[in-house]
């Protein structure tokens, strides 16, 4: 048997060589986003990128089913859209609102965005004081029985008498760790300059340098009367305080590590949360640094960090005389007069 | 150097840029430099481009992994045909074949090179030649090339094996290479030399037998010939075009102890099996690799195999292709003999040899600057066939020390450096997904992989039939292939070449031999 013959292999060769002149430009453009559009000319097209934690979700863009997502594979990237325009994505599940989005969609650009899907039915769970009677001692005339506490109560209930906030935020050169308790400090609640602002006994402040990013710095300055600012928290060095009635969002990390959240054509340094009636309290949703949870008068909601377009806004519990607290960065309980709550999501 | 044979130059048997001095040493430094410094160049491009250029960075990585399927699709091309034609010269009646052919005059000295091997691993090898149909009683000289350095354990072993099969063959000499010779680095090269020269001081002149009428083979000594390797041989030669500017090239398969090694070293030895299948489609690329062979007059002219360097094995090849102004070529003869695999009493320990004989084998690249050296002084050689020559050589060592990492560990770079504003980008969504899908498709070869190593493996020991799985994980082992192709290729390759970039030269590494007392015999058959 002859070995291969120098024709066969040339004309392989021929036909490789070719297929990767003409296939290698193919996908690099392909990849950029280029399509083919009337007439064989090439189009730009923009994409958006859903991320989820949810599976067996349903994914839609302009009424159009795009796919169901699976187990491991949770995350949907959609591309081909036609850019410079507003697209509208929808995801459904059974059981779970359905959450919406208008999105604007830039050529050889992927828009991101993260669905906010509670559960239509939220199960809460009711926190009792006690955990019933045990017989404490035994007469042959009375039978004495005393309460057993639940210590789950108690710990709850400790937790919402206290009025300490603490937060910290990590940065590359910086590490900012502030305790006070807003009863004695109303708004005065943070200086890293102004000592005679600074009641020592209350706030540890450590840090390496004096650097603190313009706007921590700046908030006092800028916002004129702080008294009514309190409630500053930080996730994830997304920053985060109460305002007149509204939450406002910035981001405390690196420009370059901003979130999508805070870009469309342009990036904004601020977001503001507000709704028709005003926000009382606020805390992040557990595992998300762009979800909010509020609390107005008779509501608690779940509310995305998220302006560019109507944010979506699920309820999670409704009531009088409210009051929430997420412990461990993790739980929410809900307190309804003197009954506590855990939400159960 | 314009009339002056070359093998008689004082550049001949130059290893390395230490060997000369002014500017023929800065040249050839400078040679010995540049491997590593495309293949490192290529690397801290592609990070370099992934941080500051990162579009750049991903339209090369696409057009990359384009070019690795196709070159998969034009590798498994070769592959498969070769196969078929190992296949059809297994099966061949290689007597038959020779039937119209005179060859009594014609003598096979195969010269098994030993270190410190077990007497079973040199037994196995001579009892395989006795076994091979071939006149060996009267036209095979078989030489034991032990070292002095072994101590007297080797020639003890090589006088046992002589006494027992001396009279299989014509003649059994037995050598014994003295240690430390100026000039000479301990290895397979200086002891081969040694006793190719002892063959024709105490055997060939004194028998009158011309230089012409001699095949040698140089074999490693744990070779095992198949039955009709030397009819084939015999072949080839005497059908040649042209044989004392040939040498001839057989595929070696790592066979012999492939049941009892660990799944990566099974891996590795088969995919450098497979490598040289391809090879022997594509003769202008292939030089001569482990077990070859090539007439004594032609290695007498020359001096024989080079005795200062590592890869004796390909250097024969460069040194007869300078010799003969371009005119010496590898005949394949798509023949196999079979060989061990790496396999130690540890895992770690094969993983290790298995890493140290790849990195010896990478060491070839120290023909780079001795090929390009050497064309810059040979003025009678092409310089079209100059060029193509050092493309070849240059690309292939290039590619296998770069490609994988380039595939496997940078194709996602540009999304981890690239920065925010590449992140956002359609380009940095599907640049993973198109890596994965054409890197999917490449890994389809691997089936075809999977079926030709099935086909090339000896029958399963007895002592292991209960053991069904093994043969699933036979064809299991492939999923392996990215990682071995980095580990055991692409890493080995840096380092071989990152030492010659910076003078440190290695010296020769004998491979363990071991194998596992399954009781059964080695020889292999085909599937």
């Given at each position: 048997m002859q070995p291969l013959s120098r024709t066969k292999r040339i004309s392989m060769l021929v036909v490789l060589v070719t297929l990767f002149l003409i296939?290698?430009?193919?996908?690099?453009?392909?990849?950029?986003?280029?399509r083919f559009g009337d007439a064989f000319s090439l189009v730009k097209t923009g994409g958006i990128f859903i991320h989820s934690s949810l599976s067996g979700t349903e994914v839609f863009i302009d009424d159009e089913f795009i796919e169901n997502n699976g187990v491991i594979l949770r995350n949907t990237l959609i591309q081909d859209l036609k850019p410079n325009i507003v697209h509208?994505?929808?995801?459904?599940?059974?059981?779970?609102?359905?959450?919406?989005?208008?999105?604007?969609?830039?050529?050889?650009?992927?828009?991101?965005?993260?669905?906010?899907?509670?559960?239509?039915?939220?199960?809460?769970?009711?926190?009792?004081?006690?955990?019933?009677?045990?017989?404490?001692?035994?007469?042959?005339?009375?039978?004495?029985?005393?309460?057993?506490?639940?210590?789950?109560?108690?710990?709850?209930e400790e937790e919402f008498a206290s009025t300490v906030q603490q937060f910290e935020i990590e940065l590359s050169t910086t590490t900012l760790n502030a305790k006070y308790d807003v009863d004695d400090l109303p708004g005065r609640f943070i200086s890293a300059t102004t000592?005679?602002?600074?009641?020592?006994?209350?706030?540890?402040?450590?840090?390496?340098?004096?650097?603190?990013?313009?706007f921590i710095l700046d908030l006092e300055t800028e916002v004129g009367d702080i008294t009514e600012k309190i409630e500053l928290k930080e996730k994830q060095k997304m920053l985060t305080w109460l305002e007149g009635g509204d939450v406002h969002v910035r981001?405390?990390?690196?420009?370059?590590?901003?979130?999508?959240?805070?870009?469309?054509?342009?990036?904004?340094?601020?977001?503001?949360?507000?709704?028709?009636?005003?926000?009382?309290?606020?805390?992040?949703?557990?595992?998300?640094?762009?979800?909010?949870?509020?609390?107005?008068?008779n509501d608690i909601f779940a509310i995305e960090i998220d302006n560019r377009s109507e944010p979506n806004i699920q309820p999670i519990f409704q009531g009088n005389d409210l009051d929430f607290k997420v412990l461990n960065n993790n739980d929410i309980f809900v307190k309804e007069g003197d009954v506590f709550y855990e939400i159960l999501l | 150097m314009e009339n002056e044979d070359y093998s008689k130059s004082p550049y001949f048997h130059v290893a390395h840029?230490?060997?000369?001095?002014?500017?023929?040493?800065?040249?050839?430094?400078?040679?010995?430099?540049?491997?590593?410094?495309?293949?490192?160049?290529?690397?801290?491009?592609?990070?370099?481009l992934s941080a500051y250029k990162p579009i750049w960075a991903a339209y090369f990585i696409i057009a990359f992994d384009l070019y690795w399927l196709l070159k998969t699709a034009h590798l498994s091309f070769h592959h498969r045909y070769n196969w078929k034609r190992l296949k059809h010269n297994i099966a061949l009646d290689w007597k038959d074949m020779t039937k119209a052919l005179k060859y009594e005059h014609l003598y096979h000295m195969v010269i098994l090179p030993y270190y410190d091997e077990g007497q079973s691993v040199v037994e196995e090898s001579v009892k395989s030649l006795s076994q091979t149909q071939y006149d060996t009683k009267k036209n095979m000289i078989v030489i034991l090339a032990t070292e002095a350095r072994a101590g007297k354990e080797a020639e003890e072993i090589a006088k046992r094996v002589k006494e027992k099969y001396k009279n299989s063959f014509k003649e059994i000499l037995i050598t014994v290479h003295p240690a430390d010779l100026p000039g000479e680095m301990a290895g397979k090269g200086s002891n081969i030399a040694w006793a190719a020269e002892r063959s024709r001081v105490e055997v060939l002149d004194p028998n009158n037998i011309d230089y012409k009428n001699v095949l040698v083979s140089a074999f490693d000594v744990d070779t095992i010939a198949w039955p009709q390797y030397f009819l084939c041989l015999t072949w080839h030669f005497l059908t040649a075009e042209d044989p004392y500017n040939s040498s001839f090239q057989p595929v070696p398969i790592y066979s012999n102890n492939i049941w009892d090694a660990p799944s990566f070293s099974r891996v590795a030895a088969m995919t450098s099996t497979?490598?040289?299948?391809?090879?022997?489609?594509?003769?202008?690329?292939l030089t001569t690799f482990s077990s070859h062979a090539v007439s004594f007059q032609a290695l007498y002219e020359i001096g024989y195999w080079q005795k200062n360097m590592v890869s004796e094995d390909s250097r024969i090849f460069w040194n007869l292709f300078l010799a003969k102004n371009g005119n010496h070529k590898v005949i394949p003869i798509s023949y196999p003999v079979s060989m061990d695999a790496n396999l130690d009493t540890t895992t770690f320990?094969?993983?290790?040899?298995?890493?140290?004989?790849?990195?010896?084998?990478?060491?070839?690249?120290?023909?780079i600057p001795y090929i390009l050296f050497g064309f810059i002084k040979n003025k009678k050689i092409s310089l079209v066939k100059k060029i193509r020559y050092s493309l070849v050589q240059i690309e292939g060592f290039w590619s296998?020390?770069?490609?994988?990492?380039?595939?496997?560990?940078?194709?996602?770079?540009?999304?981890?450096?690239?920065?925010?504003?590449?992140?956002?980008?359609?380009?940095?969504?599907?640049?993973?997904?198109?890596?994965r899908n054409l890197m999917t498709l490449a890994m389809a070869g691997l089936i075809l992989s999977a079926i030709i190593a099935a086909s090339l493996v000896p029958p399963m020991p007895e002592n292991m039939k209960k053991r069904k799985r093994k043969w699933f994980i036979m064809f299991l082992q492939w999923i392996l292939v990215p990682f071995t192709i980095v580990i055991f290729g692409a890493i080995p390759g840096l380092e071989a070449q990152t030492r010659l970039m910076f003078g440190k030269y290695m010296g020769f590494w004998v491979t363990p031999k071991h194998r596992e007392e399954s009781g059964e015999d080695l020889k292999t058959e085909i599937q």
């Amino acid at each position: 048997m002859q070995p291969l013959s120098r024709t066969k292999r040339i004309s392989m060769l021929v036909v490789l060589v070719t297929l990767f002149l003409i296939g290698a430009p193919g996908l690099v453009l392909y990849s950029t986003g280029y399509r083919f559009g009337d007439a064989f000319s090439l189009v730009k097209t923009g994409g958006i990128f859903i991320h989820s934690s949810l599976s067996g979700t349903e994914v839609f863009i302009d009424d159009e089913f795009i796919e169901n997502n699976g187990v491991i594979l949770r995350n949907t990237l959609i591309q081909d859209l036609k850019p410079n325009i507003v697209h509208k994505v929808f995801v459904a599940k059974k059981g779970y609102h359905t959450w919406v989005k208008e999105l604007f969609v830039f050529p050889n650009l992927v828009t991101e965005a993260s669905i906010l899907m509670l559960p239509t039915e939220i199960e809460t769970r009711k926190i009792n004081p006690s955990l019933g009677t045990i017989a404490s001692s035994i007469s042959t005339t009375t039978a004495n029985a005393s309460i057993l506490e639940n210590p789950e109560y108690k710990i709850v209930e400790e937790e919402f008498a206290s009025t300490v906030q603490q937060f910290e935020i990590e940065l590359s050169t910086t590490t900012l760790n502030a305790k006070y308790d807003v009863d004695d400090l109303p708004g005065r609640f943070i200086s890293a300059t102004t000592s005679s602002l600074v009641r020592p006994k209350e706030i540890t402040i450590k840090y390496a340098t004096t650097t603190f990013p313009e706007f921590i710095l700046d908030l006092e300055t800028e916002v004129g009367d702080i008294t009514e600012k309190i409630e500053l928290k930080e996730k994830q060095k997304m920053l985060t305080w109460l305002e007149g009635g509204d939450v406002h969002v910035r981001w405390a990390g690196e420009e370059e590590t901003i979130p999508f959240i805070f870009c469309v054509d342009e990036c904004v340094s601020e977001i503001v949360v507000s709704l028709d009636t005003n926000i009382e309290k606020y805390d992040f949703l557990p595992g998300r640094n762009d979800v909010l949870i509020v609390q107005t008068l008779n509501d608690i909601f779940a509310i995305e960090i998220d302006n560019r377009s109507e944010p979506n806004i699920q309820p999670i519990f409704q009531g009088n005389d409210l009051d929430f607290k997420v412990l461990n960065n993790n739980d929410i309980f809900v307190k309804e007069g003197d009954v506590f709550y855990e939400i159960l999501l | 150097m314009e009339n002056e044979d070359y093998s008689k130059s004082p550049y001949f048997h130059v290893a390395h840029a230490r060997d000369l001095k002014g500017k023929d040493k800065f040249i050839f430094r400078l040679l010995e430099i540049f491997p590593g410094l495309l293949s490192w160049g290529t690397i801290l491009a592609i990070i370099f481009l992934s941080a500051y250029k990162p579009i750049w960075a991903a339209y090369f990585i696409i057009a990359f992994d384009l070019y690795w399927l196709l070159k998969t699709a034009h590798l498994s091309f070769h592959h498969r045909y070769n196969w078929k034609r190992l296949k059809h010269n297994i099966a061949l009646d290689w007597k038959d074949m020779t039937k119209a052919l005179k060859y009594e005059h014609l003598y096979h000295m195969v010269i098994l090179p030993y270190y410190d091997e077990g007497q079973s691993v040199v037994e196995e090898s001579v009892k395989s030649l006795s076994q091979t149909q071939y006149d060996t009683k009267k036209n095979m000289i078989v030489i034991l090339a032990t070292e002095a350095r072994a101590g007297k354990e080797a020639e003890e072993i090589a006088k046992r094996v002589k006494e027992k099969y001396k009279n299989s063959f014509k003649e059994i000499l037995i050598t014994v290479h003295p240690a430390d010779l100026p000039g000479e680095m301990a290895g397979k090269g200086s002891n081969i030399a040694w006793a190719a020269e002892r063959s024709r001081v105490e055997v060939l002149d004194p028998n009158n037998i011309d230089y012409k009428n001699v095949l040698v083979s140089a074999f490693d000594v744990d070779t095992i010939a198949w039955p009709q390797y030397f009819l084939c041989l015999t072949w080839h030669f005497l059908t040649a075009e042209d044989p004392y500017n040939s040498s001839f090239q057989p595929v070696p398969i790592y066979s012999n102890n492939i049941w009892d090694a660990p799944s990566f070293s099974r891996v590795a030895a088969m995919t450098s099996t497979f490598w040289q299948m391809i090879q022997q489609e594509r003769p202008e690329k292939l030089t001569t690799f482990s077990s070859h062979a090539v007439s004594f007059q032609a290695l007498y002219e020359i001096g024989y195999w080079q005795k200062n360097m590592v890869s004796e094995d390909s250097r024969i090849f460069w040194n007869l292709f300078l010799a003969k102004n371009g005119n010496h070529k590898v005949i394949p003869i798509s023949y196999p003999v079979s060989m061990d695999a790496n396999l130690d009493t540890t895992t770690f320990k094969t993983a290790r040899n298995v890493y140290k004989q790849h990195r010896r084998w990478m060491w070839g690249v120290e023909n780079i600057p001795y090929i390009l050296f050497g064309f810059i002084k040979n003025k009678k050689i092409s310089l079209v066939k100059k060029i193509r020559y050092s493309l070849v050589q240059i690309e292939g060592f290039w590619s296998l020390a770069t490609n994988p990492i380039v595939i496997l560990l940078l194709g996602w770079l540009p999304l981890v450096l690239g920065g925010s504003a590449f992140r956002e980008t359609v380009l940095s969504y599907n640049l993973p997904l198109i890596t994965r899908n054409l890197m999917t498709l490449a890994m389809a070869g691997l089936i075809l992989s999977a079926i030709i190593a099935a086909s090339l493996v000896p029958p399963m020991p007895e002592n292991m039939k209960k053991r069904k799985r093994k043969w699933f994980i036979m064809f299991l082992q492939w999923i392996l292939v990215p990682f071995t192709i980095v580990i055991f290729g692409a890493i080995p390759g840096l380092e071989a070449q990152t030492r010659l970039m910076f003078g440190k030269y290695m010296g020769f590494w004998v491979t363990p031999k071991h194998r596992e007392e399954s009781g059964e015999d080695l020889k292999t058959e085909i599937q």
